[in-house]
Every structure is written in structure tokens, then in C-alpha cells.
């Protein structure tokens, strides 16, 4: 059995603000918990963009900087979770997610997204293999 390594912290990024840990390392896969899109050096809520378009960015640069923190990197991505607030936006997430995978795609899965966190639309989680 492999050991389970937690990353409650990130160089440069807000500290969870409930009972989590912003990714798991384990088996040789990195579980990043859902990142909503925080300002790196910001407080834990501060959201970064008021467009779909400008969150998802935020989102998948909060996913990439968890994912390297962990010895991992975005190209090593195998699964990711979309939860979006307003699914009527979808195609404008598509477009700025299309911009982090340009080569090989990542399994994909989207839902609406059920916490009310006021001015957020988007979060996203991953599992990745492992650095």
C-alpha cells in the first residue's frame, strides 16, 4: 500500500476555507479538490473574473499550480470534473478550456453546480497522474 500524501498548502495560494485538503496524493494518481476561481495571494473567496470565460482560466491556473505543487503537470491529466452555475454558459467555458488541452484530451464530466458561492460560475476538479 502506498503512502497518502495531503497538500493543504500551496506556495502563493489561499489556504482551503472548509475542512479539505486542495489535493491528494495517492497511488499514483493527484486528486485535486474542486477549484473554484480564487486569486492566487488572494483571500480564500476572492474571486477572480465576472465572465465564464475569465473563470474557467482562473480555474484550470489554480488546477495547473496544485497539480505542480504535487509533482505534476496539466499534460498528466487524465480525468476532470466541470460544475458549472449557469449551464447556459457552456459553450463560453468550452472555449477557454479548449485553450489548456490543445493536444490529447483529458475523460471530462460536467453538472450543474449545487453550492451558491455568490459570483462564482464555475469550479473544477482533477485526477491526474501522479510526477
Known amino acids: 500500500m502506498s503512502a497518502i ?3 493543504e498548502t500551496i506556495p502563493g495560494y489561499p489556504a482551503p476555507h472548509s475542512p479539505y485538503s486542495h489535493a491528494v496524493v ?3 494518481f493527484v486528486f485535486v479538490s474542486g477549484q473554484i476561481p480564487v486569486r492566487p495571494g488572494g483571500a ?6 465576472t465572465t465564464m470565460q475569465e473563470q ?5 491556473r489554480n488546477v495547473q499550480a496544485i497539480l505542480e505543487a504535487a ?3 496539466l499534460d498528466r491529466v487524465v480525468k476532470i470534473t466541470v460544475l458549472l452555475a449557469r449551464p447556459d454558459l457552456y459553450q463560453e467555458m ?4 479548449a485553450e489548456f488541452f490543445p493536444g490529447p484530451k483529458p475523460a ?3 453538472a450543474r453546480f449545487g453550492a451558491d458561492i455568490p459570483g462564482v460560475l464555475v469550479a473544477i ?5 501522479a510526477g
Open 5 to 7: 500524501r495531503r497538500l
Open 26 to 28: 495517492a497511488n499514483g
Open 44 to 49: 480564500p473567496t476572492e474571486v477572480v473574473g
Open 56 to 60: 474557467t482560466r482562473q480555474c484550470l
Open 71 to 73: 509533482g505534476s503537470s
Open 94 to 97: 468550452n472555449e477557454a478550456y
Open 108 to 110: 471530462r464530466a460536467m
Open 125 to 129: 476538479d482533477a485526477i491526474a497522474l
